[in-house]
């Protein structure tokens, strides 16, 4: 009896001691700590032992990063080892750690982040656990999705410009679940773009890096001043490093050293040609209807081909599903208005922007001598959504834009009439779609006889794509999807000599990519694009240049396919965490790019030709390589990266030849171009009333084509070695914001004549045989913004007054050099300068 006696007493004082294990109260600080060294923590703080198997332990990759104050040892575990396969069981004087994988029972939630307000979706908001220290952030369509164990869990929703909304949520099933956020009045002012984007408050599965992408949010775009004096997209990107205007004051603009004709801008998934307006002061892309931008110039991920130097990915905004609003401005002589409201309250909706000029000739008249009197253009963006259910909605896009100049000769007319449809389907928690048909045109012509067009082309466009993202896991997502594109050119000429081409081409490419988080500290984007492309003959005939000056002839036959081409693109990012600190990555991508678009004659007029892939003009294929590491301390952010790119098969013009044969093509040479660069960006930021930017290039870029420069290696026309701007944005109070932007650069290179000659009285310019040998003038100006915050008190009628002092301090930059026959038929030099001393007053208003 007394041996049972005992038995009993030491069985219950066991059992009391084990429960005293969990119980115990701790205070532990875990920042970002591996699950061994947290249970080394509490056994040091509390005198316990853990029994464990160390291979298993150090499977999980899962990190902690959380404060626990008077909290129970069982509490502590729970967290520690929630999301994993481990669990833990008391037994005698110590705890058990152990694999059980019926512990991990995961559900899976997804859904929507919507504006409170007009219910749009909401780009780029992040989902955060703090508990379990995960998140997730939502794609181009506002949609999430993400794993996690069954329970209560407090998540916080956030995204820029909105409240940051906190709730606790119990999920014991898979579900679908929408989050609404409101505008944050208050900070509308005070929020900034940044391409390296992290909150250390949430998880930084989910960052975005430096070489993956740069977004730009629209609130931000009134902040720099801008040489149009105008909000403007296209202008805004040729702040960050690697991107630079085509000319000076240009929308269109150059990356790492190639052609504007290597970059694709997408409105709404639509590929947009010639994006300016107003010879290049004006971007096509109304920023008041700009819902989320994105540059993709480092790695470009495989859903995305055409073009092979970088990609600009606008989505529009989708109008307001529950109350009619309306806004608008005026400034430089370009009006603008801006309607959108429910079709079927929180069901369908529209939006419309359009936008016109007047009396445009005063906005520019700082163009002479190119004396192009009279332009004028306008444009229209409409678009409307549809919810036919929770998994499903389908959007309609339109866009239509035109230039004119009327000229003593004619009449000059170019613009692009576009149109999509995307449908998005979610197939279930984890599987995403995106279908996606659209059609676009390009139009330009000379109307010299205003009878008839004597001078033009046209470029139609009709492409479908199906995109499919797949959730595998929250450390898996695979991508996949289909494109089928026909483009095709038409000549609209009736005179003699053949500038513009008539061509029918086809590409087709699959494409898949892997995004994987390896731990905490390493992921990457792998992805492998196969493009196949091929054209159609037209019944034409084409004369092909050769390096040794001899012409090859090439006959058409209608309908005919011809110069079929197959392409392997493989695309991959490599992440790595280094510490809490600084951030490295690395970047490979090959590219293909199979149109070939060459600027003619001029960079102001949208005179571009178009051609097709053959064996004597092949496709351009571009290799980059990229490696950046980023530093974070404190309020300041930097970012160096370092780059080569080679592009083979690269187009340029050959030696003038003087000969009776006008066709375009037998004025074109390819070879290859190298290019390095570094590039650093700063940004600073200690408070919200004042933050700046720095970014500075240093590229070297040189191409090697047979049969021009005596067959060496010379400078490429397109690049700058150097380029820095320096941008200040300061907030004085809740009225008043003041923003300043340098620009300093080097110029372009260009080819001078030697000398001249003189044929029947007329002179012509004589060339050496070398190219691009001479620079222009270094280029630096400064430009000035106030804006004065209007409605404040009301919070109803919102708007603002701003004023831009463009190169304040009037330097006479020289943005291009050109010959010209006088009446004497004598050639003479003239020089341009694009950015005058200008002040631009612009109001904008919220309705």
Known sequence: MNR????????????????????????????????????????????????????????????VNQNFNQKKVGQVLDVILANTTLTYREIANQITIYSDQKKLNTVSLSGYIIDKNSHEKIIGAQLYFPSIQTGCVTNAYGFYHINITKGT????????????????????????????????????????????????????????SALEKVEIEPLVLVQTPSSNGLPDVTKYIQNIAGVQPLYDGSSSYTVRNLPNGNNLILLDEIPIYHPNHLLGLYSIVNSNAVKSASLYKDHIPAKFGVRNSSILQIYTKEGNLNKFQASGGLGANVPHLSLEGPIIKNKASFYLSGRRSFNA??????????????????????????????????????????????????????GNKAFS?????????????????????????????????????KVFSSQVKYDVSY???????????????????????TENGTIFLSRNNFETAFYASLNRLVNPKLKFEAGLRLPFNFHLGTQDTSLFLQPN????????????????????????????????????????????????IINYNTEILPVQIWTTPSKYLKPERNYQTTIALTHRKNYLTLTGALYYRFVN??????????????????????????????????????????????????????QKVNGINNDLYYTATNNRPHYFTFNQ????????????????????????????????GIEYPLYDGTKNTSRLPIHHRLDLSAKRTLGIKKQKNRGYLMMTFTNIYGRGNVSNVYLTNTDENKLNFVSQNYIPQTVYLYYYIKF
């Open 649 to 702: 098969h690269v187009i340029d013009f050959a030696p003038a030849i003087y000969s009776e044969i006008s066709e375009f093509e037998s004025n074109l040479l390819s070879g290859h171009l190298h290019a390095t660069g570094l590039e650093f960006m700063a940004r600073y930021q200690k408070t919200k009333q004042y933050s700046a930017f720095v970014s500075y290039d240093l590229t070297y870029a040189k």
């Open 361 to 414: 000739l005063n906005a520019i008249n700082f163009w002479s001598p190119t004396d192009l009197p009279n332009p004028d253009f306008f444009d229209l963006t409409l678009k409307a959504n549809y919810k036919l259910d929770y998994q499903n909605r389908i959007y309609l896009t339109s866009y239509i834009g035109n230039d004119r100049i009327n000229d003593t000769t004619g009449v000059y007319n170019w």
């Open 729 to 760: 944005y300061f907030i004085r109070s809740n009225k008043w914001e003041f923003g300043s932007n340098i620009v300093v650069h080097s110029k372009t290179a260009i080819t001078l004549p030697t000398g001249k000659f003189e044929i029947n």
């Open 471 to 493: 959730f595998v896991s929250n450390q898996d997502k695979i991508n996949y999807g289909v494109s089928i594109l026909n483009t095709r050119t038409q000549s609209d000429e």
């Open 153 to 208: 869990f407090e998540i916080i929703i956030s995204s820029i410009g909105m409240k940051k909304k906190v709730e606790t949520i119990s999920i014991d099933n898979d579900i679908m679940l929408n989050f609404e956020l409101e505008e944050d009045i208050l900070l509308l002012n005070t929020i900034e773009v940044n391409a390296n984007k992290k909150d250390t408050s949430q998880s930084t599965d989910n960052s975005t």
């Open 549 to 596: 000056q001899s012409f090859q002839q090439v006959i058409y036959s209608l309908n005919k396919a011809y110069d079929f081409k197959f392409s392997l693109d493989p695309r991959f990012l490599l992440t790595y965490q280094l510490d809490a600190k600084n951030t490295l990555e690395f970047s490979q991508n090959i590219a293909t790019q199979f149109i070939h």
């Open 4 to 63: 049972f006696i005992l038995i009993i007493t030491l069985f219950l004082s066991q059992s009391v001691l084990a429960q005293n294990l969990t119980e115990t109260t701790v205070d532990l600080d875990f920042k970002n700590q591996t699950i061994l060294q947290c249970l080394k923590a509490i056994e040091k703080t509390t005198g316990f032992t853990f029994s464990y198997n160390l291979t298993i332990i150090r499977q999980e990759d899962k990190r």
């Open 421 to 457: 449809f995307r449908w998005n389907r979610v197939i279930s928690d984890k599987t995403f779609t995106n279908l996606t048909l659209i059609n676009s045109i390009f139009n330009y012509n000379v109307n010299k006889s205003r009878a008839s067009s004597v001078f033009g082309q």
